[in-house]
């Protein structure tokens, strides 16, 4: 069975990346209305997908101010926000003896205190209608400890346990809140991660044996995620993470 969209009002972050774009086009087809926003300003062209259904927002979701222009657009345009989803975030690779501090907040801000900013500016509706679901794109980072990855693990790791918190908190007002652990996905942002290494075609041969299935995933194969989560199909489940990392986590 899959979840009917209609209606529903849906803030999705990092829209105009890999995976948030796709989980854009994806609800639209669900016939949701959606307020889609990222830092980059290439986001307002997705205002011509489906005039009168999507409002675009340019906005960075790591400033309190920002994201209560993002929420006022939502509701302006279609009314309260039933669905969140927070997707947007950035990796620096490096290990902690070679962060700055500023490299440090940065990928913190982006990652996990976006997360508490967005979730702290939708749920007070969300309580008062008894009804809500939060999906976070979480990371196999969000689970195990991988190398050069220090500010993106601690960010990631500190997302997945704002999401069992909230889980717990809010599942008596009928909110859930659950993550998608991202294998290595076919984004510009891995293209970036790629084109810092030494090596990138070893790289991506290095990245894709140590997913199981051989290879990384397509933006839309984490759409699918985190849209099951989102919807009704996950009506019983919360304070969970879908590990869709072609079994990297398994080893
Ligand atoms: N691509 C991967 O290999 C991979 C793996 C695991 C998890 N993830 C996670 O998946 C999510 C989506 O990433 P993607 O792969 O589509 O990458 P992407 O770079 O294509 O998209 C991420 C988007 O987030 C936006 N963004 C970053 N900081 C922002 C800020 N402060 N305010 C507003 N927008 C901001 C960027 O502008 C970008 O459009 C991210 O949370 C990322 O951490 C990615």
């Not at 810092?196 to 070893?202: D, I, Q, S, V």
Request: hydrophobic share 45%; glycine share 8%.
């Amino acid at each position: 069975m899959s979840s009917s969209f209609a209606e529903q009002v849906v803030v999705v972050s990092g829209a105009a990346g890999g995976v948030g774009r796709e989980v854009v086009m994806k609800l639209l087809e669900h016939g949701a209305r959606i307020c889609a926003t990222d830092i980059t300003s290439s986001v307002q062209d997705l205002e011509n997908l489906a005039p009168g259904r999507i409002v675009a927002v340019a906005a960075d979701v790591t400033r309190s101010d920002d994201v209560e222009r993002i929420f006022n657009r939502a509701e302006d345009a279609f009314g309260p926000v039933d669905i969140l989803v927070n997707n947007a975030g950035f990796i620096i690779s490096k290990s902690v003896h070679d962060t700055s501090e500023e490299e440090w907040d940065s990928v913190m801000n982006a990652n996990a205190k976006a997360f508490f900013l967005m979730a702290r500016r939708a749920l007070p509706s969300m309580i008062e209608r008894q009804s809500g679901s939060i999906v976070a794109t979480g990371s196999i980072s969000s689970v195990v400890g991988l190398p050069e990855q220090a500010a993106y693990c601690a960010a990631k790791g500190a997302l997945l346990q704002l999401v069992r918190q909230m889980a717990v908190d809010y599942a008596p007002k009928g909110i859930r809140v659950n993550a998608v652990g991202a294998g290595s996905i076919n984004t510009p942002f891995l293209t970036r991660y790629l084109d810092g290494l030494e090596n990138p075609k070893a790289g991506e041969a290095a990245i894709k044996s140590a997913h199981p299935l051989g290879r990384w995933a397509e933006p839309s194969e984490i759409a699918d995620a985190i849209i099951y989560l989102a919807g009704s199909s996950a009506s019983f489940v919360t304070g969970h993470i879908l590990m869709a990392d072609g079994g990297y986590s398994a080893r």
